[in-house]
């Protein structure tokens, strides 16, 4: 059950609203704040908000699984994606980071209507990458900067970053944080 009530203020109107939790999710709020993962009931709302508008989420079809304009989009964990890689020779790591780089830059650009390649929209475009676990991505000159990233394998981000945003990098770390040179 869902109150609104329309608090008055000069500046904007503020909607209030009342939700409803049965024990076990009250429960499971309250062990987040306690345990300092969270720092109240607003502010997790808040940021859950914040990743579902991040996220895109136009549609969730099944639990761990949604969809953004073309693409549909999973949630699977890290050791997947190393045993894939591991299958995959090293030599080959950049050519198949590069054509799934193209893969995501053509879902970015239907989907979302943001072109990777235009540099002035490199900063949407790591805001996305990190909301889908990718890891922290900064621009310094002419550097990519990687930290945290949940791929550790150099070769293939760099790949990657190269068919999403259409240039050419030289990897210059081989372990995390990884720095990419944008190569004129």
Partial sequence: MVERQVINTKKRQVKRTTIILDEE??????SLIKDGKEQGLKPLISKMLDVYRSMTIYDWKYPGEYYCGISRIAFINIEFINILLKHVPEEKWREVGNEAGNAARVSMEASLNLDPAKRERWEDVFKRLRVQG???????????????PFINASDFLC????????VRLEPRTSTAPFVFELVE
């Fill in 25 to 30: 999710e009250r429960k499971y709020i309250d």
């Fill in 159 to 166: 790949g990657y970053l190269e068919g999403l945003l259409g």
């Fill in 134 to 148: 990718f890891g922290d991505f900064y621009l310094r000159d002419k550097y990519i900067i990687l930290k945290a």
